[in-house]
């Protein structure tokens, strides 16, 4: 597997996100090959990395209510 060069990853956090600090997770979404995923309340902790296509699949799956449990 390649490395991805996060330093140059603009970072958001999720509308989903709670403001009390729970539930935070922060999206970079401007690369061109990968979507990384963290958790804002560690931005120096793991970074998921995810395809592009996955991701796309995934939030089109969750926004449809396909991930409901």
């Known amino acids: 597997m390649r490395s991805v060069d996060l330093s140059v990853a603009t ?3 999720s509308s989903y996100s ?5 539930a935070c997770v922060e999206v970079a979404d401007d690369l061109a090959a990968v979507v990384p995923v963290r958790d ?3 931005s120096t902790g793991p970074v998921l990395a995810f395809a ?3 991701w796309s699949s995934f ?3 969750v926004r449809g ?5």
């Open 11 to 13: 970072w958001r956090k």
């Open 18 to 22: 709670n403001q009390d600090g729970g």
């Open 40 to 42: 804002s309340k560690d």
């Open 52 to 54: 592009v296509g996955g």
């Open 59 to 61: 939030v089109a799956a």
């Open 65 to 69: 209510g396909g991930l409901v449990g």
